[in-house]
């Protein structure tokens, strides 16, 4: 079989790290090796992840890997790992997110039926304050070729992700620039060329609705996004059709932080002039409205 990593970045979240480990090594598949990344957690909590991860790794007789770095966000934890791993398979799981015990299994089970496949992920479970939520029909994950479903929203969880190494370092891996949308950026660089299957069956737990979570930290996430599609149309890898609805959805979004910055009595230029760099997607292309 082939061999498999799996990295779980935290930050001042020993009581989710708990969980989220004891659901790793819950795994059927129990070949994976495991590395924790602490991004820098403070003092008290600092402790008591190196603790817990000790704790751990004497009750399971498994060696668990321990890294500390000093804080500087989830891409940057997320890419230290993989340069400190070895699996031929990459897998990530969110400190604040539980795995089912095949989850692991299923994954590597398709990669071997499917040797020519770069990337899967599977269905998920929303959990939001301790209560079962369904996803709404624009978060429903698509498969295949998901690139143009993908620019409205990120469509690909890192929780649910199971990739291989070379197609990792190959995009680039997590872009360290970006404090949030950076998995957004990358599963849109990835599907630019790789088609994203989907193992149709929920194998993870997706907590949300607590406070520390990146989504609630920033106004207006579609600002990083804006990064992310800038990158991806400067890139040259796109078709034709690729760049119509990444124009497309550029002008969108700017359009909408726009409107959003004038109602707060902030300038809207940055965005009218970022439509401008970018002209004649709407006029051109037609709109994805």
Same mark, same amino acid.
């Given at each position: 079989?082939?061999?498999?990593?799996?990295?779980?970045? !935290?930050?001042?979240?020993?009581?989710?790290?708990?969980?989220?480990?004891?659901?790793?090594?819950?795994?059927?598949?129990?070949?994976?090796?495991? @590395?924790?990344?602490?991004?820098?957690? !403070?003092?008290?909590?600092?402790?008591?992840? #190196?603790?817990?991860?000790?704790?751990?790794? +004497?009750?399971?007789?498994?060696?668990?890997?321990?890294?500390? *770095?000093?804080?500087?966000?989830?891409?940057?934890?997320?890419?230290?790992?993989?340069?400190?791993?070895?699996?031929?398979?990459?897998?990530?799981?969110?400190?604040?997110?539980?795995?089912?015990?095949?989850?692991?299994?299923? *994954?590597?089970?398709?990669?071997?039926?499917?040797?020519?496949?770069?990337?899967?992920?599977?269905?998920?479970?929303?959990? +939001?304050?301790?209560?079962?939520?369904?996803?709404? =029909? =624009?978060?429903?994950?698509?498969?295949?070729?998901?690139?143009?479903?993908?620019?409205?929203?990120?469509?690909?969880?890192?929780?649910?992700?199971? @990739?291989?190494?070379?197609?990792?370092?190959?995009?680039?891996?997590?872009?360290?620039?970006?404090?949030?949308?950076?998995?957004?950026?990358?599963?849109?660089?990835?599907?630019?060329?790789?088609?994203?299957?989907?193992?149709?069956?929920?194998?993870? @737990?997706?907590?949300?609705? $607590?406070?520390? *979570?990146?989504? +609630?930290?920033?106004?207006?996430?579609? #600002?990083?996004? @804006?990064?992310?599609? +800038?990158?991806?149309?400067?890139?040259? $890898?796109?078709?034709? *059709?690729?760049?119509?609805? !990444?124009?497309?959805?550029? $002008?969108? =979004?700017?359009?909408?932080?726009?409107?959003?910055?004038?109602?707060?009595?902030?300038?809207?230029?940055?965005?009218?002039?970022?439509?401008?760099?970018?002209?004649?997607?709407?006029?051109?292309?037609?709109?994805?409205?």
């Amino acid at each position: 079989m082939p061999s498999v990593s799996t990295i779980i970045p !935290t930050y001042n979240r020993p009581t989710f790290l708990r969980e989220a480990l004891a659901s790793v090594l819950a795994q059927t598949y129990q070949e994976s090796e495991i @590395l924790v990344v602490d991004d820098g957690s !403070t003092n008290a909590a600092r402790d008591a992840t #190196r603790q817990l991860v000790d704790e751990y790794a +004497r009750a399971q007789s498994r060696p668990i890997r321990y890294l500390f *770095q000093p804080h500087r966000g989830v891409s940057a934890a997320r890419n230290r790992g993989v340069a400190a791993s070895q699996g031929e398979l990459l897998a990530f799981l969110d400190s604040d997110d539980i795995w089912q015990p095949e989850k692991l299994a299923h *994954q590597i089970t398709f990669f071997e039926s499917q040797p020519p496949a770069q990337i899967c992920q599977t269905q998920e479970t929303w959990i +939001r304050h301790g209560v079962r939520v369904n996803p709404r =029909k =624009k978060h429903r994950k698509p498969y295949g070729d998901i690139f143009v479903q993908s620019l409205a929203d990120c469509l690909v969880s890192p929780s649910a992700v199971m @990739l291989r190494r070379e197609l990792f370092e190959r995009v680039g891996g997590f872009d360290e620039q970006l404090p949030a949308c950076e998995d957004y950026d990358l599963w849109l660089r990835i599907s630019v060329h790789e088609p994203v299957s989907l193992i149709d069956i929920p194998l993870v @737990l997706k907590r949300g609705g $607590h406070t520390d *979570q990146l989504s +609630r930290q920033f106004w207006g996430m579609d #600002r990083f996004r @804006l990064i992310a599609l +800038r990158k991806i149309l400067d890139s040259g $890898h796109l078709s034709l *059709q690729q760049r119509r609805a !990444t124009l497309a959805m550029l $002008h969108k =979004k700017c359009r909408i932080l726009a409107n959003g910055a004038r109602k707060r009595g902030k300038s809207a230029e940055p965005y009218l002039a970022l439509m401008a760099r970018y002209p004649h997607a709407q006029e051109a292309y037609g709109d994805t409205e």
